[in-house]
Every structure is written in structure tokens, then in C-alpha cells.
């Protein structure tokens, strides 16, 4: 089992966060806004972005011990591309779960400014997921990229042509 790839089974748990954190961010922040929520409820924005950073993170860092592998399957570039997202959507997360974390700690007044940041920038990690996402599913079901873990070890086959439109 150690030769099967850990990545597709992490990236999941990103995805997921990245599309529930929107409408968390907007409850939370509507909540707070009618005064039915005290101003500690923003922890719980903050601690699903931290957790979906994190999850970013490992599933791009176990992208990363697979990489070369399937690079020989699908070619570099398609790979590469697919990894410029990745690392966009952990920095990303991990900036509006900073800015999440500093609902927390800016005075009283000025926690309506921030929380107003936190609905946009969920919505921009949610679409750079989906993003990141589609590169991942083109790496697999357009180029094959599930082959380098399919053939056997030496058998690979050589890497697709990017230009070619098939």
C-alpha cells in the first residue's frame, strides 16, 4: 500500500471547507450583525479556515511525493499547472484564515470592517478550489494520470502531448 498515491484522498476535505466556508462566513457575519451571535462565534469561521489550510497544505505536500511520477504519465506542464492552483489556494486560505483570526483580536469597532473581508475571501478560496480542482481532474480522467499508480513499476507509459487536442 505504500505505492498508492495519499494526495487523492486528501484533497477532498479542502474542496468540501472551501465550498461550506462561504455560506458560514455569511451566517456568522449576519448573525453577528443582528446582534444574535456574540463576537467569539468568529472562531468558528476561523478554525474552518485554519483546518481548511492545513488540509490544503498536506494534500499539496503529498501532491508533491507524487508529483514526478505522474509528471511521466501526463507531462510536466499539465502538472505544473495544476500545482501553481494548489499553492495559490493554501496561501489564499491560509490569509482569510488570518483574517479570520483577527476578528478575534481588532478592537470592537472595527470588527464589522473585517468580518466584511471574510465573505469576499471565502468566495475566492472557494473558486480558486474549484479551480484547483478542475487542473486535478484533467490530470486524471483527460491525460491519464492515474496510470502512473495502474502500471506496473517500469512500465509507465511515455507522457501525453499537452498540444495534442486528440
Do not use: K
Not at 78 to 90: F, I, K, N, P
Not at 115 to 122: E, F, H, N, R, S
Amino acid at each position: 500500500m505504500p505505492d498508492l498515491p495519499l494526495h487523492p484522498a486528501l484533497v477532498h476535505l479542502p474542496l468540501g471547507l472551501a465550498l461550506v466556508a462561504p455560506l458560514v462566513a455569511i451566517g456568522v457575519s449576519l448573525a453577528f450583525r443582528l446582534g444574535r451571535l456574540p463576537r467569539a462565534a468568529f472562531v468558528i469561521l476561523a478554525g474552518l479556515q485554519l483546518v481548511l489550510a492545513g488540509s490544503a497544505l498536506a494534500a499539496m505536500l503529498a501532491g508533491h511525493r507524487d508529483e514526478r511520477r505522474v509528471e511521466r504519465v501526463v507531462g510536466e506542464q499539465v502538472v505544473h499547472a495544476h500545482e501553481e492552483r494548489g499553492e495559490a489556494l493554501v496561501w489564499a486560505a491560509g490569509v482569510v484564515a488570518a483574517v479570520g483570526i483577527a476578528l478575534l483580536l481588532v478592537p470592537a469597532r472595527a470588527v464589522g470592517v473585517v468580518a466584511a473581508l471574510m465573505i469576499p475571501g471565502t468566495l475566492a478560496v472557494a473558486v480558486l478550489a474549484l479551480l484547483t480542482e478542475r487542473a486535478g481532474g484533467e490530470i486524471v480522467y483527460r491525460h491519464g494520470g492515474a496510470a502512473a499508480f495502474s502500471a506496473p513499476s517500469g512500465a509507465i507509459p511515455p507522457a501525453s502531448d499537452p498540444d495534442d487536442d486528440d
